[in-house]
């Protein structure tokens, strides 16, 4: 008989089909970015899963390489658009709407892998429906919580395995996660799946739905800061193995 069993864990899985920015549309790297760190492009598409020496991205081994982020420094700016607009949903999860990833880290006083200290550069959000008008996002950090965590299955907090499970980024952390203290387990549990990111709703700046996001560096900031990719956040779906799970069920017949 079909349908014996059906449902048994699908409330857990979510299908998540986001977008990335899909082009740059400014770039100026300011003063003092980082040398050979100055292409836009690579803020273009998903975040860096994997980084150089095939290690896996977690929030304890940020992606480094020239070809993965780029460096924005004093006074420099990064303008990105979406194909599609991204809009305030409160449906979505936490009521997070974008996320912002850059590469921050973990680290400790010993250097073991305990969530003691992130190391965020800063960088200042600004969104815009039209490329023209633009709001700050008040409080909001680019290159800062919550660093990017590339793979589930990894077990080393520095990246030496895992890569069968990839983590969802355009699925929030949940900000109610106090990641202080934490070991890598902690951090997987905390994380629940997501990708990392810095999380934005835009009911704080009170647009309805944006297309272009602006990170900027202010003109005497400390360091530069690096950002690796940006991407929206959709509502929890039911999986399509579900969806056809639950069909299934719906029309089982039994056969004796």
């Avoid at 940020?62 to 993965?68: G, L, V």
């Avoid at 633009?134 to 919580?145: K, P, R, T």
């Avoid at 080393?156 to 070991?183: E, I, K, Q, R, Y």
Wanted: charged share 15%; with cysteine; glycine share 14%.
């Amino acid at each position: 008989m079909l349908g014996v069993g059906v449902g048994v864990g699908c409330s857990a899985v979510a299908a998540h089909a986001g977008q990335f920015a899909s082009a740059w549309v400014s770039y100026d790297a300011g003063v003092d970015a980082a040398a050979g760190y100055v292409d836009p492009t690579t803020a273009i598409g998903s975040p860096t899963r994997t980084s150089g020496f095939d290690l896996r991205v977690t929030p304890f081994n940020p992606p480094f390489q020239s070809s993965e982020v780029v460096s924005i420094g004093k006074g420099g700016h990064l303008t990105l658009a979406f194909d599609t607009p991204v809009a305030d949903d409160p449906a979505n999860p936490f009521g997070i709407d974008l996320l912002v990833f850059g590469n921050s880290f973990f680290y400790s006083d010993d250097f073991s892998p305990i969530a003691q200290h992130i190391w965020n550069p800063g960088g200042i959000v600004e969104v815009s429906a039209d490329g023209i008008a633009w709001e700050v996002v008040s409080g909001a950090i680019a290159d800062g919580l919550f660093p990017t965590m590339g793979w589930n299955d990894s077990t080393d907090p520095f990246g030496s395995d895992g890569g069968a499970s990839p983590s969802d980024f355009h699925l929030p952390v949940n900000p109610a996660f106090g990641p202080w203290g934490s070991t890598f387990d902690d951090l997987k549990a905390g994380y629940a799946g997501s990708g990392g990111g810095a999380g934005i709703d835009l009911a704080l700046v009170g647009l309805p739905a944006i297309s272009f996001i602006r990170i900027s560096n202010t003109s005497d900031a400390p360091y530069s800061i690096e950002i690796d990719a940006v991407s929206d956040v959709v509502p929890s779906a039911p999986s399509a193995v579900c969806l056809v799970i639950g069909v299934l069920a719906n029309g089982r017949r039994r056969v004796r």
